[in-house]
């Protein structure tokens, strides 16, 4: 088998902090995957502060994988749950050659409300690979 080698990629992350998982105090990989950055983001309100955080990690492709296409992004598509329903936490952004993806799955402690979700959706929808 060939190398398999990972284009470069661009996301707009102005409202995120991106750092690398030896910054973050993570392994290089996670499962067998390689981890590739972690990213981390806070929503302040009158009374609230809510963050939500992911991962991205590199991962084979699979054709076997159920996804949705996000609206107003040509790459990155939702991962279904087991119902067949868009996991709003979880991303696959296949490569142009289709043999790898990075996976974004995000935590949200606080819950995933408007501007959280928005700010996600957001991020996913800036996902663009380098040509």
Known sequence: MKDLVLPSFAMDCR???VITPAQAGLPDDVAGSPLLAVLSTA???ADSFRSASAV???ALLDS???TRPLAD???AAHLLDADGLPDPLRYILPTPD???ALVAEF???DGADGEVAARIESLM???RWAA
Do not use: H, R, Y
Request: hydrophobic share 50%.
């Open 15 to 17: 409202d995120w902090i």
């Open 43 to 45: 929503v302040l309100g």
């Open 56 to 58: 991205l990690t590199v």
């Open 64 to 66: 076997e994988v159920a």
């Open 73 to 75: 992004s040509t790459v």
């Open 98 to 100: 289709g043999q790898l």
């Open 107 to 109: 935590t949200t402690p």
């Open 125 to 127: 929808a800036s996902f």
